[in-house]
């Protein structure tokens, strides 16, 4: 079973378009996360939700609008697409605390984005 | 906020050899040390962690030690393998709550046959 999944896996658009990027997962975690990985492999947190709730929400542009409809999905929709947004984005979850399992966060398998 | 620096940014080692890569944090508050590797096209994994009560941790082929003193921790592979081949990145967190996770800037390893 698919622990952590990611929505579509490629995504090819033009500039100035709008998508979305959708995320689940089952392992019952409270807390998912999206990162951002550039071309350099740079790994790079962009927002955190616990329970449905905006935890951490770092200096991302305001393009980039995350929904957490329940604590299972996570969401990214990014108004008006850049060249620089192209990177792979990943969603990942983990327990909320270390009685719960520790902090491993589990990875979806990457959605690339190519803007063109 | 943390700041993670992890070297080299890339390592080329025969097989059968030693790799080990280093990383420095500057938060001193940071207690939880973990590794995660990611292969070619594929999801970042953890493959190890520490936390700060331990200075050393072992699993099979792959240990991690780490000094809370001078603020860095290393990862050391031994008897290296073509399928350690991969992107390695360190991190660090305040083991609390829902802090966030700050990553190294990886470093990709190659097991030369």
């Known amino acids: 079973d698919t622990a952590v999944s990611q929505t579509p896996k490629y995504l090819v658009t033009q500039m100035g378009n709008d998508k979305s990027i959708k995320c689940e997962q089952n392992?019952?975690?409270?807390?998912m996360y999206w990162y951002k990985q550039d071309s350099k492999k740079f790994l790079k947190i962009m927002f955190s939700?616990?329970?449905?709730?905006?935890?951490i929400n770092e200096t991302v542009p305001n393009r980039f609008s995350p929904k957490s409809p329940d604590k299972a999905h996570l969401n990214l929709h990014i108004n008006s697409l850049e060249l620089g947004d192209s990177a792979v984005y990943f969603c990942a979850s983990s327990p909320q605390s270390p009685y719960a399992g520790g902090y491993e966060q589990y990875f979806g398998p990457g959605t690339r984005l190519t803007v063109t | 906020g943390e700041n993670v620096e992890q070297h080299p940014s890339t390592l080329s080692v025969q097989e059968g050899d030693s790799a080990v890569i280093k990383c420095t944090y500057s938060d001193s508050a940071s207690n939880y040390f973990p590794w995660y590797k990611q292969e070619l096209g594929k999801r970042p994994q953890l493959i190890i962690d520490i936390r700060s009560n331990v200075g050393e941790k072992k699993d099979q082929r792959i240990a991690v030690t780490l000094n809370k003193t001078a603020k860095h921790f290393s990862l050391h592979i031994t008897e290296t393998q073509p399928e350690d081949s991969a992107v390695y990145f360190c991190a660090a967190k305040l083991d609390f709550g829902n802090e966030k996770l700050t990553f190294g800037t990886g470093t990709r390893l190659t097991i030369i046959p």
């Open positions: 392992l019952g975690h409270d807390t």
């Open positions: 939700y616990n329970n449905k709730e905006l935890i």
